[in-house]
């Protein structure tokens, strides 16, 4: 194999590589929003459990027919509150995983580099870009971790 198709291939092994990069951290971002969005949903579930808890405490000392029918509502909402939750920590480990996902083809990505030919690796801006995209999912790591 001649050095321009050494290069030919590295170029396209370095595209690809941040084509697979880039979507996998816009699933991260993706599985974030759904998170977050699992959070409110949960959030209002408990506020209409805590609601519906206390209109059953109310109808309790009047009617005990109406208590019964409340109290099944309650354990509905209870019901929901518990899938609800499940769904939340379901996304958070997917969002682990495309964690988990990003750092190993950032690692794919790093054992491809080491295989080309140093002198196609001398003469390709590429790789700084590569570098560029691998300390981007590092950065977004960081902060999916801390938030």
Sequence with gaps: MNDTWAAVLAISVAVMA?????????????????????????????????????????????????????????????????RV????????????????????AGERLSTTIDQVPPSVKKGIPAGLAILAAIRTVQQVRTRLRAS
Excluded: C, H
């Excluded at 509502?73 to 929901?80: E, I, K, L, M, S």
């Excluded at 939750?85 to 990003?102: I, L, M, P, T, Y």
């Design 18 to 82: 941040l084509v697979q990069v880039s979507v996998l951290i816009g699933l991260a971002i993706a599985g974030r929003k759904v998170a977050q969005t699992s959070e409110r949903v949960v959030s209002i579930a408990e506020t209409t459990q805590q609601r519906v808890e206390a209109l059953a405490a109310d109808v309790r000392l009047r009617v005990d027919g109406v208590t019964q029918r409340v109290n099944a509502v309650a354990d509905d909402v209870r019901g929901v509150t518990t």
């Design 85 to 104: 939750q499940q769904v939340a920590s379901s996304v958070s480990d997917g969002v682990q995983r495309v964690e988990e996902s990003v750092r190993t």
